[in-house]
């Protein structure tokens, strides 16, 4: 069970709108080795921490790789800058996020990279309304709580939805 979170809130000259890089997205981990086995439905989120951005569209998705953690990370972080992502400030506007958020039942080590589960996970809607979708059963390796104890737990603020 590999799951990565999808995002983007800024459109790109080549691929359109958000959503329509998310997609592309996809289709080019899939041309670089790993098999997207499944995929969320996108949702519209708010930016996290709020701010005066665009609302991202996020979603998530489960591959089928043989890859390691850290080349899985790398190949994804490739994707992200054949879109045009370029790594400046945390939390900013983007052509394109994607996130390894679990990788089987691993938990990293203290100092590790990539950190798993993704650290953030059980704090945004945006990522645990759509891996819903796919692992309901799922259970935070670390903490125990379920998909379903963490979505009770997400902050009043945090606004996603699905799109239509």
Do not use: K
């Amino acid at each position: 069970m590999i799951f990565i979170g999808l995002g983007a809130n800024l459109p790109t000259a080549r691929f359109g709108a958000p959503v329509d890089a998310c997609a592309a997205a996809l289709r080019a981990i899939g041309a670089a080795g790993p098999r997207v086995a499944r995929r969320s439905r996108w949702y519209r989120s708010a930016p996290v921490p709020p701010s005066g951005q665009p609302w991202f569209v996020n979603g998530v998705a489960a591959l089928e790789t043989d890859l390691a953690p850290a080349a899985l990370l790398a190949l994804l972080h490739g994707v992200e800058r054949a879109f045009g992502r370029v790594r400046r400030q945390r939390n900013e506007a983007r052509t394109l996020d994607l996130d390894l958020l679990i990788y089987h039942e691993m938990v990293s080590a203290p100092g590790a990279v990539p950190v798993l589960p993704h650290p953030r996970l059980a704090e945004r809607a945006f990522v645990i309304l759509p891996l819903s979708e796919l692992a309901p059963d799922w259970r935070h390796p670390a903490s125990g709580l379920g998909v379903a104890e963490m979505i009770a737990r997400l902050p009043p603020e945090q606004a996603a939805e699905p799109l239509a």
